[in-house]
């Protein structure tokens, strides 16, 4: 894979481009994954502000003695999800090759240190001539030829999501396959950057109109969704398959389908970063 060049802005207001550190590789080939800010292209929206949040998620990961990679090599994508089963589910169809997934349609994010990886943020690009509701039904948001899809295996909407996803249509990202490692990566907040990272990427690269995504009840009533910084929820969404992929469902914890537009996502941003530089630019 080849790495695209970056167009990103000059930092301001006092950010600067982390310093580079002791090298640490990841335990992946290099071909495979390219470190975050060689990574990223501006292509849409305001680059201060999308530019200043690509430096201030690097800046965040190295602060915690990890790195931050790009890939769209679904099969690396697989090799990381099958090793680590003891703390993660098997990938939704929609994010891997099965399903269509790869270079041009969806990218990864990988965060590492010297060892291995310990977290993931996944996201699929569609270009939705019809509403995200219908996508569902005919099982397209996970396979790109639905023919590929398992008996019996199904994506239903019911409740307030169906009306909220009619709405959904034009350039929209599936974001999802969150992923941190006990005792490595989860508990620290990552899944607040990396939900923020796959948006911005999204729209930066691709121009999307929407980004969604699921959660679960559980983890709403939690605080995980306020992490997590979507502005839309609804109930409900089910994926059904034969094969485990995607959290396991429960009856008593359903998926709530969330959703953002892209000028949400912006003032999103803009309140993320001031919220993250606050506390240093105070004591200074």
Known sequence: MTAQP?????????LARP???????????????????DAVVIDH???????RFFMQADRTIREQGLR??????????????RANLDSWYGLLPAYTTRGGAGPGNAYFFIAYDADEVVATQVGRVYGMDVSFAEHCRTLK????????ALEGESCLLSGDAVVAAEEVKGKVAFSG????????????GFASLLARLS??????????????????????????????GYSRLHYAF?????????APRKADDPFALVSMPRAELLADVDRYILTVNRPSQAAE
């Open 238 to 246: 089910k994926w059904t398959s034969p094969a485990p992929s995607g």
């Open 177 to 188: 396959g969150t992923w941190c490692k006990p005792g490595k990566a989860r508990g620290k």
């Open 141 to 148: 948001i996970m396979y790109e030829d639905p023919s590929a």
């Open 19 to 37: 310093a580079a550190g002791a090298p640490i590789r990841p335990p992946v080939p290099g071909a495979s994954a390219i470190p975050l800010l």
């Open 6 to 14: 970056r167009i990103l802005p000059e930092p301001s207001s006092g």
């Open 199 to 228: 948006r911005c990427y999204a729209f930066a690269r691709f121009g999307t109109d929407w980004t969604t995504s699921t959660v679960r009840k559980s983890h709403v009533d939690g605080g995980l969704l306020r992490a997590y």
């Open 68 to 81: 931050l990679a790009f890939s769209d090599d679904f099969a690396l994508l697989a090799s990381i999800n």
């Open 45 to 51: 929206g305001p680059r201060d502000l999308l530019g």
